[in-house]
């Protein structure tokens, strides 16, 4: 078998699907490290393992093997020659996404507390799902090059997702997961996370602020990988991820949340020491509660949170009444009758008011003339900007900007 052709398959193979790709011999089995990053990986790894082992006893030549291990996930093995002991594996992958109604019957299985139900959903989530037929048809042609054997691969299934009675190592083995202190520590972790997400989903930033500094947790405490600076930042990228569901809870519409979300993940992967880490949880709390506040549409109707969201997204516009009914399919009259019982004022003074607070941060945190920033936020007629400007806020936009400045 010609090592450098095998070498190349898989290193295709690993750029054109979502899923590992590993080229493995039996020999090795013991020595192999199946996951690596992973909340589950010993036991991941003692199931796989235990699955190789028994397809090691019945592999042959140009076979694919399907394996269903009891964690219900799935592997496709390809034994390219028995006698040279070459085998490629493809997996973990799903074929259909573990629901709810299938991780506690696995749970059950593999003899784990029930607490760790959220820990498993979290892995499952980490598992792409595609298409078993065609991570088959890829190892079927990969069968017939490599091989030159036009004889249709057999194809074999070992079926472990229903779990036999482990023996006594894997009950040692489950015994020390359910008992470690990182366990009670991520118990902990999670109730305090729960506390935290709720302050983010009304936009409390005083009590979000409170709590986040009373049950700060070391990120050492969460252990990952070795590299701890990678650490912190795979613990600060899944905080992003439950920071901007919480909002989204909160009612903020997904555009804002994908615009924040984006920002904290890009300033998380470029920061290149712990101490920059460390200064980055506080901000993210602070910036997701400023944003549930400024645009959580929670309270509304379903109509007007339509108005709403259309009339933010285009602020620039020129904005009416009439648009804004026609784009959400309604009468102005009755739209305007709503609206103003929501919010407690007319549509036009809503958009002003938010054209003239938009301006405020610009003014704040750009360079921008005030003639632009006028046409940015729908008043390109800078002598009405100005007026409504000074109603809402007591100064002219230029005194405002020149205030801040001398502050």
Same mark, same amino acid.
């Given at each position: 078998?010609?090592?450098?052709?095998?070498?190349?398959?898989?290193?295709?193979?690993?750029?054109?699907?979502?899923? %590992?790709?590993?080229?493995?011999?039996?020999?090795?089995?013991?020595?192999?490290?199946?996951?690596?990053?992973?909340?589950?990986?010993?036991?991941?790894?003692?199931?796989?393992?235990?699955? *190789?082992?028994?397809?090691?006893?019945?592999?042959?030549?140009?076979?694919?093997?399907?394996?269903?291990?009891?964690?219900?996930?799935?592997?496709?093995?390809?034994?390219?020659?028995?006698?040279?002991?070459?085998?490629?594996?493809?997996?973990?992958?799903?074929?259909?996404?573990?629901?709810?109604?299938?991780?506690?019957?696995?749970?059950?299985?593999? %003899?784990?507390?029930?607490?760790?139900?959220?820990?498993?959903?979290?892995? &499952?989530?980490?598992?792409?799902?595609?298409?078993?037929?065609?991570?088959?048809?890829?190892?079927?042609?990969?069968?017939?090059?490599?091989?030159?054997?036009?004889?249709?691969?057999?194809?074999?299934?070992?079926?472990?997702?229903?779990?036999?009675?482990?023996?006594?190592?894997?009950?040692?083995?489950?015994?020390?997961?359910?008992?470690?202190? *990182?366990?009670?520590?991520?118990?902990?972790?999670?109730?305090?996370?729960?506390?935290?997400?709720?302050?983010?989903?009304?936009?409390?930033?005083?009590?979000?602020?409170?709590?986040?500094?009373?049950?700060?947790?070391?990120?050492?405490?969460?252990?990952?990988?070795?590299?701890?600076?990678?650490?912190?930042?795979?613990?600060?990228?899944?905080?992003?991820?439950?920071?901007?569901?919480?909002?989204?809870?909160?009612?903020?519409?997904? /555009?804002?949340?994908?615009?924040?979300?984006? %920002?904290?993940?890009?300033?998380?992967?470029?920061?290149?020491?712990?101490?920059?880490?460390?200064?980055?949880?506080?901000?993210?709390?602070?910036?997701?509660?400023?944003?549930?506040?400024?645009?959580?549409?929670?309270?509304?109707?379903?109509?007007?949170?339509?108005?709403?969201?259309?009339?933010?997204?285009?602020?620039?516009?020129?904005?009416?009444?009439?648009?804004?009914?026609?784009?959400?399919?309604?009468?102005?009259?009755?739209?305007?009758?709503?609206?103003?019982?929501?919010?407690?004022?007319?549509?036009?003074? &809503?958009?002003?008011?938010?054209?003239?607070?938009?301006?405020?941060?610009?003014?704040?945190?750009?360079?921008?003339?005030?003639?632009?920033?006028?046409?940015? /936020?729908?008043?390109?007629?800078?002598?009405?900007?100005?007026?409504?400007?000074?109603?809402?806020?007591?100064?002219?936009?230029?005194? &405002?900007?020149?205030?801040?400045?001398?502050?």
């Amino acid at each position: 078998m010609q090592f450098d052709i095998l070498d190349f398959t898989k290193k295709l193979l690993s750029k054109c699907i979502p899923v %590992k790709v590993r080229q493995f011999k039996k020999c090795q089995l013991d020595s192999i490290t199946f996951e690596e990053d992973s909340d589950f990986s010993s036991m991941v790894s003692y199931h796989l393992l235990n699955c *190789m082992k028994q397809y090691a006893k019945q592999c042959k030549t140009s076979t694919i093997t399907s394996i269903i291990t009891p964690l219900n996930t799935q592997y496709y093995i390809l034994c390219l020659s028995e006698d040279l002991d070459e085998h490629l594996m493809i997996g973990p992958f799903l074929e259909n996404p573990i629901t709810d109604d299938l991780v506690y019957p696995i749970i059950n299985n593999l %003899k784990l507390n029930l607490d760790y139900a959220a820990k498993l959903k979290l892995y &499952y989530q980490s598992v792409p799902c595609i298409d078993a037929t065609s991570v088959f048809e890829i190892l079927y042609t990969i069968n017939e090059y490599v091989t030159k054997n036009k004889i249709p691969p057999r194809l074999n299934t070992l079926d472990l997702s229903i779990l036999p009675k482990q023996d006594s190592s894997y009950d040692l083995l489950m015994e020390d997961m359910n008992r470690t202190s *990182m366990y009670k520590i991520l118990e902990e972790r999670y109730t305090v996370e729960d506390k935290l997400l709720s302050y983010i989903t009304k936009g409390d930033i005083i009590l979000a602020e409170s709590h986040f500094e009373k049950y700060r947790l070391k990120h050492s405490e969460i252990i990952r990988t070795k590299d701890s600076v990678r650490n912190t930042k795979n613990i600060l990228l899944s905080a992003n991820t439950l920071f901007r569901k919480a909002a989204h809870v909160g009612g903020v519409h997904p /555009i804002y949340l994908d615009e924040l979300s984006g %920002k904290w993940a890009i300033r998380i992967e470029h920061a290149l020491s712990l101490e920059v880490l460390n200064a980055i949880p506080l901000q993210m709390v602070r910036s997701y509660c400023r944003l549930t506040k400024e645009y959580s549409l929670s309270q509304y109707s379903p109509i007007v949170k339509q108005a709403l969201t259309f009339i933010h997204l285009n602020l620039s516009s020129s904005l009416t009444v009439k648009k804004v009914a026609y784009e959400i399919g309604l009468s102005p009259d009755y739209l305007t009758r709503l609206f103003k019982k929501e919010l407690g004022m007319n549509m036009i003074t &809503y958009i002003n008011k938010k054209r003239i607070y938009t301006s405020l941060k610009l003014l704040k945190n750009t360079e921008l003339s005030i003639e632009e920033i006028g046409d940015l /936020i729908g008043l390109n007629n800078t002598s009405y900007f100005y007026t409504l400007f000074k109603k809402e806020i007591g100064i002219s936009p230029k005194q &405002y900007r020149n205030n801040l400045i001398s502050n």
